[in-house]
């Protein structure tokens, strides 16, 4: 699918420029900030908004001007959307009649689906007295059922929790394998980016400011918005040093190594993940390639603690394990040692 100068007025709020390309069997998550556009652009893409400029081809046919009903897509939302007066089985075989019109195939397929996402037991029961994450399954596979090119998904996980979206990235991840789905999924969460997305868009105020794989995006960050947006360390610094792959980094009184093939005198943007920094309170427990910092803020954010270290001008943030923060004791003004491997670090010409 191609999405090419696509722009959308709708009242106070519009879309720019979006370009997307999508390979077939490909999984494409869109994040951003609430109100980014993110769901105006799956839904134009459906086909429930109209554009100002732009076109939407979709395997070599261009989509921009037919109703949502022939274009080949199927979308789901978080709210499930299921009919109340049906069954599961018949919520399912709804997305799939004008497809499959012999009985028996239908019936299988049905069943095959409904093996896939692990409701085969539910195909008799109304959707009221389902659990939300047994609802959202059966509208997945009724979204699936009928072999849609494309399948959009808008915050399909956002009103379960946590264990029970675990669960339905497991069986979404299967059942895009199994049916070679092409799938553009809008999230909040990077956890679901992480865990399913081939590539990532990420939007901020009508437009896609940057859009490549997840780790390309996650480590090299198009600007200061998307660092922030993703929790990405960014700092200036100067080439003083190398040796064969290694290069050495000065970035304000800090010396890092990192894997990366610039001259001595270049200047560089060095990107590090709040995961990739190990702390610790003794320096001889990882040796001589750390430097000092101080705890300056300490944020509990479930599982995980956000910590804020500070050296002079430099503010890096890392990620800790709850129980390792404890183990080390830290605080506000404690003194840390902080320890990044050279391949955890990437780097960027200036």
Sequence with gaps: MRVEN???????????????????????????????????????????????????????????????????????????????HMTVYENIAYGARKKIRDKKSLEEEIMRIAGIMGIKHLLDRRPETLSGGEQQRVAIARAI????????????????????????????????????????????????????????????????????????????????????????????GEIVGSSRDVVLIRAGDILLKAKANTVIGQHVRVFIRPEDIYVTTEQKRIGSECFRAVVEKIVENGPYIHLYLSRNEIVLKAILTRGYAKCLGLSPGRQVYVHIRPENIRVART
Excluded at 58 to 78: A, F
Excluded at 196 to 220: C, H, P, T, W
């Design 145 to 236: 059922i009928s072999k849609p090119k494309l399948l959009l998904m808008d915050e399909p996980f956002s009103a379960l929790d946590t264990r029970t979206t675990e669960k339905l990235r497991d069986f979404v991840k299967r059942v895009a394998s199994e049916y070679g789905l092409t799938i553009i999924h809008v999230t909040h969460d990077i956890v679901d980016v992480w865990s399913l997305a081939d590539k990532v868009a990420i939007m901020n105020n009508g437009r896609i400011v940057q859009y490549g794989e997840v780790e390309e995006v996650f480590s090299r960050p198009a600007d200061n918005f998307v660092a922030d947006f993703i929790d990405v360390n960014i700092l200036d």
């Design 6 to 84: 696509l722009s959308v007025d709708l009242d106070s709020f519009h879309l720019r420029d979006i370009n997307l390309r999508v390979e077939k069997g490909e999984y494409v998550c869109i994040i951003g900030p609430t109100g980014a556009g993110k769901t105006v652009l799956i839904e134009t893409i459906a086909g429930f908004h109209k554009p100002s400029k732009g076109r939407i081809i979709l395997e070599g046919e261009d989509i921009t001007c037919k109703p949502p009903e022939k274009r080949g897509i199927s979308i789901v939302y978080q709210d499930y959307m299921l009919f109340p």
